[in-house]
């Protein structure tokens, strides 16, 4: 019988670690801490992968099919708040969300389960009577965080941060209270 | 022992031993392989093609995939240039089909010298496809637009109005999604 036990534990143990990913669990780890202040939830980790540790295995709660941060220019990264974040799948489904004041959005995979490649636009107010918007240049084939190919600096491998004007172009007084 | 069973016993003995000995053939150590490809040169529309379908940076348009497509869309040949900006160079286009052609060589060889008969056997198609593993799901159909493509340029006579077909990606709708 404790043979048994043994064994058993032995094979849950086993089944456990063969069930973890070191590579992801070193991404999770190099995000860091939380910033001071800021408590877990929507408005935490601006700019971050969120999808890394919102898919679904933890160790953030939700399962997000998009998210990520959109900022004001592409200038200095200041969160854009009540910017709509429209994307559209291969079959036609669209869906929509809004921007927090961290400029965070996220997308449930409860609400939105789309067949891929997935085009993504932001907008924001009008101008001249016609809707402020910034269509993504390129579709998107796999990836649910914005921020793994959307980082700062920009380079060969990253377009910088989501945005939607050209630096120097003024906004609103904006942010968390 | 008779000689009828002699003989038998020698001829199985040498239908036995003679596919061993054939099974440790191999090629001389002189031998080298030969590759064969389709020409560079007719390989920019097929390229344009593959960069809007394949390489993205959430897909081949990074660095960390062994078929590596550079281009605008995605991981730039330049370790200055900025993806995203300016359009893909003549020498991203060729590092591109430096990449596509050393995706099994000597399969790519056999299918160019039977003059471009079952594409199916080369990995770009099968992935392509989605008959076989592919993270990146099934991305083209055989005979739509992208798969003619393909393989016309493995028979060796470029469908050029297919690989601008399939280089025209647009969401469903248009930009005005």
Same mark, same amino acid.
């Given at each position: 019988?404790?043979?048994?036990?043994?064994?058993?534990?032995?094979?849950?143990?086993?089944?456990?670690?063969?069930?973890?990913?070191?590579?992801?669990?070193?991404?999770?780890?190099?995000?860091?801490?939380?910033?001071?202040?800021?408590?877990?939830?929507?408005?935490?980790?601006?700019?971050?992968?969120?999808?890394?540790?919102?898919?679904?295995?933890?160790?953030?709660?939700?399962?997000?099919?998009?998210?990520?941060?959109?900022?004001?220019? %592409?200038?200095?990264?200041?969160?854009?708040?009540?910017?709509?974040?429209?994307?559209?799948?291969?079959?036609?489904?669209?869906?929509?969300?809004?921007?927090?004041?961290? =400029?965070?959005?996220?997308?449930?995979?409860? %609400?939105?389960?789309?067949?891929?490649?997935?085009?993504?636009?932001?907008?924001? =107010?009008?101008?001249?009577?016609?809707?402020?918007?910034?269509?993504?240049?390129?579709?998107?084939?796999?990836?649910?965080?914005?921020?793994?190919?959307?980082? %700062?600096?920009?380079?060969?491998?990253?377009?910088?941060?989501?945005?939607?004007?050209?630096?120097?172009?003024?906004?609103?007084?904006? =942010?968390?209270? | !022992? *008779?000689?009828? *069973?002699?003989? !038998?016993?020698?001829?199985?003995?040498?239908?036995?031993?003679?596919?061993?000995?054939?099974?440790?053939?191999?090629?001389?150590?002189?031998?080298?392989?030969?590759?064969?490809?389709?020409?560079?040169?007719?390989?920019?529309?097929?390229?344009?093609?593959?960069?809007?379908?394949?390489?993205?940076?959430?897909?081949?348009?990074?660095?960390?995939?062994?078929?590596?497509?550079?281009?605008?869309?995605?991981?730039?040949?330049?370790?200055?240039?900025?993806?995203?900006?300016? *359009?893909?160079?003549?020498? /991203?286009?060729?590092? *591109?089909?430096?990449?596509?052609?050393?995706?099994?060589?000597?399969?790519?060889?056999?299918?160019?010298?039977?003059?471009?008969?079952?594409?199916?056997?080369?990995?770009?198609?099968?992935?392509?496809?989605?008959? /076989?593993?592919?993270?990146? /799901?099934?991305? !083209?159909?055989?005979?739509?637009?992208?798969?003619?493509?393909?393989?016309?340029?493995?028979?060796?006579?470029?469908?050029?109005?297919?690989?601008?077909?399939?280089?025209?990606?647009?969401?469903?709708?248009?930009?005005?999604?």
């Amino acid at each position: 019988m404790t043979r048994t036990l043994a064994l058993l534990a032995a094979l849950a143990l086993l089944g456990t670690a063969s069930c973890s990913d070191p590579v992801r669990d070193d991404a999770i780890a190099r995000l860091g801490g939380e910033q001071p202040g800021v408590p877990e939830g929507p408005l935490h980790r601006p700019g971050q992968p969120c999808v890394l540790c919102h898919d679904g295995s933890g160790p953030g709660d939700s399962d997000f099919a998009f998210a990520g941060t959109v900022y004001q220019t %592409d200038g200095p990264p200041i969160p854009l708040s009540g910017a709509i974040v429209r994307l559209i799948d291969s079959r036609g489904v669209k869906y929509e969300t809004a921007t927090n004041c961290a =400029g965070n959005f996220s997308v449930q995979k409860t %609400d939105y389960e789309p067949v891929f490649p997935v085009w993504a636009k932001v907008i924001y =107010g009008v101008a001249g009577g016609v809707p402020v918007e910034q269509v993504m240049g390129s579709p998107i084939y796999r990836e649910r965080s914005c921020a793994t190919c959307h980082f %700062d600096p920009k380079g060969r491998e990253s377009t910088g941060h989501v945005f939607l004007a050209p630096a120097g172009v003024p906004f609103p007084e904006d =942010g968390c209270p | !022992m *008779s000689l009828s *069973s002699a003989w !038998m016993r020698a001829r199985a003995a040498v239908l036995f031993v003679a596919p061993l000995l054939g099974a440790c053939e191999g090629p001389s150590a002189e031998a080298t392989f030969a590759g064969a490809a389709p020409s560079s040169d007719t390989y920019p529309p097929v390229g344009t093609a593959l960069e809007i379908r394949c390489g993205t940076l959430d897909c081949h348009g990074s660095s960390a995939r062994n078929l590596r497509l550079y281009g605008i869309n995605g991981v730039r040949l330049d370790p200055l240039g900025i993806t995203g900006d300016q *359009s893909t160079t003549a020498e /991203e286009l060729l590092a *591109s089909y430096a990449s596509v052609i050393s995706i099994q060589p000597e399969v790519l060889a056999k299918i160019v010298a039977d003059g471009g008969q079952r594409p199916e056997r080369w990995l770009l198609i099968t992935k392509g496809r989605g008959t /076989e593993g592919h993270k990146g /799901e099934t991305r !083209m159909v055989e005979g739509d637009d992208t798969d003619r493509c393909i393989t016309s340029w493995l028979l060796g006579a470029v469908d050029v109005p297919r690989c601008e077909a399939a280089a025209l990606l647009l969401p469903p709708g248009g930009d005005e999604f």
